[in-house]
């Protein structure tokens, strides 16, 4: 069942990138509005799972711009499970910016956030 096998990704495969990613949310959420969704499952379900189950719809070895990057969905979650990918985020807010540069560096997850 394709519902089991994206959870299996969040859960198991990658789970400690995606811990990282909500951990790093969560905590500057607190100081820069990320999100309304901070909920362990909300972030789940509502982020992580929705961001990579459009990743089937995606040919293999794509560069991707994703402008308005704010959080880093759907680009992030999608880069954990889908390393063919490259990701290219704009995002014209400073501290969101700051927010995307640090999950970039603690994931060491290689996306590109270029300087404003």
Known sequence: ???????????????????????????????CNLTS?????????????????????IPSNLS?????SGGGFPSIPLKIVRDDLKFTLIESTGKKCAFLRSVVAVSYTPVRAPEP
């Open 64 to 68: 991707v711009v994703e402008i308005g």
């Open 37 to 57: 969704i901070t909920d362990e499952k909300g972030v789940k379900y509502k982020h992580f799972y929705d961001s990579i189950v459009g990743g089937k719809f």
């Open 1 to 31: 069942m394709l519902h089991d096998r994206y959870l299996n990704l969040i859960e198991n495969e990658y789970k400690d990138e995606f811990e990282k990613f909500a951990s790093l949310l969560i905590d500057y959420n607190k100081i």
